[in-house]
């Protein structure tokens, strides 16, 4: 048996000695139209469509120069060596199929949005070495950003390492960089924007925003701006994006310091604007696992008007920014968070958590047919003096419970009584008590009604398949007589606020928590919509119509016992036509106290527009068009016209050209006229170069 082994053994030696000696001993497969074979050079020379066939590696050019002692081959013309799925394009270059190394020149390697070329490259598909190398981006034209390098490293689709880096364009680099790496296939530069313009205010300017890679998934920069008549501000700014879909971590960072020697004028409150300005903006989100989420962001401003003076564009959205940070644990019926807000700022009032940690129960299933929600929270609230108020601290615990109790009358009809209590404890009361406890309860219903009627009506035109009417009564009603008691002991830092819509019925949604009044109300809302089968199933909606009001048989001495009639209506007939209306009307009076409705039309590929409107009795009345034509693959024509109707005056008016260049760069050009009191310029122009994120 021993012998039998020892004898297998052999046979399977001397037969993988056969097969190495006849691997060794064979060749390619080389073709093409014309071959001959040169004695001189002792190789095949083959031409036309010359093609070489090495197992998985095919290699094709114009001409081929195989050496069978060697197993080499040069080609020149239109190298394309291909191994699997693998392949390189060069002008021309040589191979050694024994060793699997090459030497080409002018080959150029990568994927969308990130190539590589070098004038001459050596090694193997794994890892190759490039010399004189250009590293550029979507597109090698001279506009386009790129890096030249004396060497560079590409491993496994990857450039893991350069020497001699300068980063350029328009054939010229001069920004050197230490060092480069950066995996091919993924954006490279987070963002540019470059801005050139004029405006009174500033004088003439220059704006130069941008990122770079420092470190996976992390890209920092700094924002510049020149200003003719006011100095340069600048400030580090970056973007992050850590982790994977679940694991994830984003956010960025903006800034801005300027020492103005311009015309600061007064802030927000009639103060001169200090001659030291400057700005800090940061946000942050984050996710950890199915259950925690992490939310902040932080706004530091110098100044009431120091994004208003140089950055407009992020001042007219949010005016008074906020600064907090809340981590929230999301059970499987229940939500823990702790929130902190700060208040950097000192020209605007904020009601600081210092912190706030809350439980909040999501509705949920009780015994007998019940359902309960609950909220306990324990808050340190502060707010500093403004104006005419002093200065506030106060240590809460608040809780409430409720329960709700669905009962069916029919198959159309949801009868819901409702009952829940809050309690709140004060260990900062006022007005000569050192704390104080408030206990208030609540009683009502919510009733509603369903019907729905359809109708067999068709419109190619319009994608209308049948029509499904839904129409559904509510009624509500909350009882709450107590619940402004001890309002004079309470330190009112949550508080009401100015708001024209109807608010919260039930005394567990209201966050003006020390400032609830008392509640004997009845709220009446009819809702409708419209809706045709969609296209992909289901079914999508055409219009809805909703009014709502309340009629209040307790108020305080001023207040009518009807509420104003408010009304939204929303028409969706289809995919590029979308218009919405708000209402608010009085009937006592038939005065109509305020109105917005935004008209929007959109051709997806020519043009789109928008008109809409702001109208609030006593205050004002705009109305605004938005306008953008496509001219061609190239340029866009935009443009926006607000009027007010108070003043008979444009507010704004605005002109620009948007020019695509390549795909690399978006060109904006801007013409704008404002009139009226206000502290931006009545005049301004704008040059704005994007680079296009890639």
């Keep these: 048996m021993l012998r039998r082994l020892v004898l297998r053994l052999l046979l399977a030696a001397l037969a993988g000695t056969a097969a190495r000696a006849q691997t060794a001993g064979a060749m390619p497969d080389v073709r093409g139209k014309e071959s001959v074979y040169d004695d001189r050079t002792k190789e095949l020379v083959v031409r036309g469509d010359a093609r070489l066939v090495w197992g998985e590696i095919v290699l094709t050019a114009d001409e081929m120069r195989y050496r069978r002692e060697t197993n080499t081959v040069a080609a020149s013309g239109h190298f394309i060596l291909t191994d699997g799925a693998r392949r390189l394009v060069a002008d021309q270059g040589s191979y050694d199929l024994t060793s699997n190394t090459l030497h080409v020149h002018n080959l150029r390697v990568g994927e969308f949005p990130v190539y590589l070329t070098g004038e001459s490259v050596d090694g193997t598909f794994e890892k190759l070495v490039f010399t004189n190398a250009t590293i550029f981006f979507r597109e090698n034209a001279a506009y386009a950003p790129s890096i030249r390098a004396r060497k560079v490293v590409y491993e496994k689709g990857q450039i893991v390492a350069g020497e001699g880096l300068q980063l350029g364009l328009l054939g010229s680099h001069f920004v050197s960089l230490p060092t480069f790496q950066h995996e091919i296939g993924t954006e490279l530069f987070s963002y540019f924007v470059g801005k050139v313009g004029y405006r009174r205010s500033l004088g003439p300017f220059l704006e130069a925003d941008g990122r770079i890679p420092v470190a996976p998934g992390v890209k920092a920069g700094a924002d510049l701006g020149l200003y003719g008549s006011r100095g340069v501000m600048a400030g580090p700014a970056a973007t992050y994006r850590l982790g994977g879909d679940n694991d994830y971590a984003v956010g960025g960072l903006a800034s801005g310091f300027i020492n103005d020697h ?32 992490l939310d902040g962001q932080f706004n530091y401003w110098s100044d009431s008007e120091v994004l208003r003076d140089f950055r407009p564009k992020r001042f007219f959205p949010v005016q008074q920014p906020d600064s907090y940070l809340e981590g929230t644990y999301a059970g499987e019926n229940y939500l823990l968070s702790a929130f902190a807000r700060v208040h950097p700022n000192r020209y605007h009032q904020v009601q600081e958590r210092l912190p706030e940690i809350r439980f909040d129960l999501l509705p949920s299933a009780a015994p007998a047919g019940f359902y309960q929600r609950a909220s306990a929270s324990l808050a340190v609230l502060e707010e500093d003096a403004y104006l005419n108020r002093p200065q506030q601290r106060s240590t809460r615990y608040d809780a409430y419970y409720g329960l709700e109790r669905p009962i069916a009358l029919a198959p159309w009809m949801t009868f819901t009584p409702v009952a829940g209590g809050r309690l709140t404890r004060y260990a900062d009361a006022v007005n000569g008590k050192d704390t104080y406890t408030r206990a208030i309860g609540e009683v009502g219903f919510d009733a509603r009604l369903r019907a729905a009627g359809t109708f067999d009506y068709k419109n190619p035109l319009w994608e209308i398949d049948g029509l499904r009417h839904l129409v559904e009564p509510r009624l509500s009603y909350r009882y709450a007589p107590e619940a402004d008691s001890g309002a004079r002991y309470i330190p009112a830092i949550d508080r009401r606020v100015f708001s024209t819509y109807l608010q919260p019925l039930s005394i567990g949604d209201q966050s003006n928590v020390d400032d609830l009044a008392a509640m004997n109300t009845v709220r009446l809302a009819l809702n409708n919509t419209l809706q045709t089968r969609g296209a992909n199933g289901g079914s999508r909606d055409l219009a809805a119509l909703n009014f709502a009001a309340d009629y209040r048989f307790e108020r305080p001495a001023g207040q009518r016992p009807l509420t104003d009639l408010h009304t939204e209506l929303a028409l969706t007939p289809a995919d590029w036509i979308r218009f919405s209306v708000y209402e608010r ?34 205050d004002y009345e705009e109305y605004a068009l938005d306008y953008r034509q496509r001219v061609n693959e190239v340029f866009d024509v935009v443009g926006r016209w607000r009027y007010d109707v108070r003043h008979s005056r444009f507010n704004e008016q605005t002109y620009g050209i948007s020019q695509r260049l390549g795909q690399t760069w978006s060109i904006k050009y801007e013409v704008s006229f404002s009139e009226g009191p206000r502290r931006e310029s009545n005049f301004g122009f704008n040059l704005e170069v994007e680079l296009l994120k890639f």
């Design 262 to 293: 311009g015309d600061r004028k007064t802030d927000l409150l009639g103060r001169p604007v200090p001659e030291n300005r400057g700005f800090v903006e940061w946000w942050h989100r984050q996710r950890i696992g199915e259950h925690f989420t």
């Design 585 to 618: 009307f009085t009937p006592q009076t038939s005065a109509q106290q305020e109105l917005n409705y935004a008209l929007e039309l959109t051709d997806q590929e020519w043009w789109a527009a928008k008109l809409s409107s702001h109208f609030l009795r006593d």
